[in-house]
C-alpha cells in the first residue's frame, strides 16, 4: 500500500514569530531554549523576509505558556501569534516515495472540503498538515469526509484508514 496509516493530532498548538533576526543562530537559540524546558517542537516552517526573517512552528497544547515565556524572553521585539485550535493531520507510507501524486491528492481532499492548512511538513515517507481544529472531532463525525477521504486512498488501506479514525477519542 502507497498510505499505511493515517494520523490526527489534535494537541497541537502553532507558534508565528515575525520578524526575527536573520540567520540560524537565533534558530538554533530558540530551539535549545525550548528543548531546556522540556519542550518538543514538532513543524517547523522558516522563510526569509527583507529584514530578517519568519518562523512558524508547532508545539504541544500544554506547553504553549513555556514557549510563550522563552519567545518574550528572547524576542520582545517580534510579533506573535499562538494558534491554539488546529490539529495536525498526516498520511504515512514507505510506498510514497515512488507514487506522484499522494500529496496533491491529500490536500485536494483538504481543500474540497475547505479545510484551512497553516504549516505543511513533508518528508520521503510523510506528509503533515495543521489544519483548523475542526478535525478534531468526536469519533464517527467524519463519516461523510471519511469517505470522500478513502475514496483517494489505495483499497487496501480504506477499512484501516476507517477503523484508526473512528478510534481516535
Do not use: Y
Not at 520578524?19 to 530551539?31: E, I, S
Not at 529584514?51 to 512552528?57: D, R
Not at 501569534?81 to 500529496?103: E, F, T
Not at 498538515?129 to 475514496?151: H, M, N, Y
Request: charged share 20%; aromatic share 6%.
Amino acid at each position: 500500500p502507497v498510505v499505511t496509516s493515517v494520523t490526527h493530532d489534535t494537541n497541537t498548538a502553532v507558534f508565528k514569530l515575525a520578524p526575527l533576526p536573520a540567520g540560524a543562530t537565533v534558530l538554533a537559540d530558540l530551539f535549545t531554549a525550548l528543548s531546556e524546558k522540556g519542550i518538543v517542537v514538532d513543524v517547523i516552517s522558516q522563510s526569509e523576509l527583507t529584514q530578517g526573517q519568519q518562523l512558524a512552528f508547532s508545539v504541544p497544547v500544554e506547553d504553549i505558556f513555556q514557549t510563550r515565556q522563552v519567545i518574550e524572553k528572547k524576542f520582545s521585539k517580534a510579533d506573535c501569534w499562538v494558534m491554539d485550535h488546529v490539529s495536525k493531520v498526516s498520511i504515512v507510507g514507505v510506498g510514497m516515495r515512488n507514487h506522484p501524486g499522494v500529496a496533491a491528492k491529500f490536500f485536494d481532499v483538504l481543500a474540497k472540503h475547505n479545510i484551512s492548512i497553516h504549516l505543511v511538513t513533508t518528508s520521503e515517507i510523510k506528509v503533515s498538515a495543521i489544519v483548523e481544529a475542526i478535525l478534531g472531532l468526536e469519533p464517527g463525525q467524519l463519516s461523510a469526509r471519511t469517505d470522500d477521504f478513502c475514496k483517494h486512498m489505495h483499497p487496501a488501506d480504506r477499512e484501516r484508514f476507517k477503523l484508526l479514525l473512528n478510534s481516535i477519542k
